[in-house]
């Protein structure tokens, strides 16, 4: 009747609370194994994703020494590494989703985001000041990216402790503005 729920919590109080027990529930219906098993699987997934990438860029080599002028070979190797940074995040996004179990880990690994995060702000004032020190790294970081990105931002959902929840939150606003302004550099021809 005054705007309260039933268990006498605020409206907006059990929203909050919905959507904490909807992650948890994700959280503990992760396929039913143990957690052991899953991060046996998850070191499987990641080896069998990077051993096929590996494989595939030797291929590259092998290929590339006999016909280094063929441009279509050049563009199924970008597709290639866009498949595979791709199929990498499958195991990392349930690689978080483990984690997030573990709060002093979760919050680690939230500090390691946000100083993460911290990294590309910086190479990019490096290349403003001398270009063309470390060029092809800040144009490496800017590949990879939209991956960070996505990973913060479940990272962000998955954050249970305000710590995390605030780490994670500034990793990703630092990671999104500066690539916004990295790509506002390269339009304007700056960077």
């Known amino acids: 009747m005054n705007g309260q729920e039933p268990s006498g919590t605020p409206p907006e ?89 573990f709060e002093r880990v979760y919050t680690a690994y939230s500090r390691f985001l946000f100083w993460l995060s911290v990294t590309l702000p910086v190479l990019m004032a490096v290349c403003v000041a001398s270009p063309s020190l470390f060029a092809d790294a800040l144009v490496a970081r800017l590949m990879v990216t939209p991956f960070i990105l996505v990973g913060m931002a479940f990272s962000r959902w998955m954050a249970r402790s305000d710590l995390s929840k605030r780490l994670t939150f500034r990793a990703l606003v630092i990671e999104g503005a500066a690539f916004g302004a990295s790509v506002a550099l390269f339009l304007t021809g700056v960077l």
Not at 20 to 47: H, T
Not at 68 to 73: G, I, S, V, W, Y
């Open 13 to 101: 109080a059990a929203a909050v609370q919905r959507g904490n027990e909807s992650r948890l529930a994700i959280l503990r219906s992760s396929i039913g194994l143990s957690e052991r098993v899953q991060f046996g699987l998850i070191a499987l997934a990641y080896a069998l994703v990077l051993g096929h990438w590996m494989f595939a860029i030797h291929l590259d080599n092998v290929w590339s020494a006999a016909d280094p002028a063929d441009d279509m070979r050049s563009l199924a190797v970008d597709f290639s590494h866009l498949l595979h940074a791709c199929s990498l995040m499958i195991p990392t996004l349930w690689l978080i989703l483990l984690t997030a179990k």
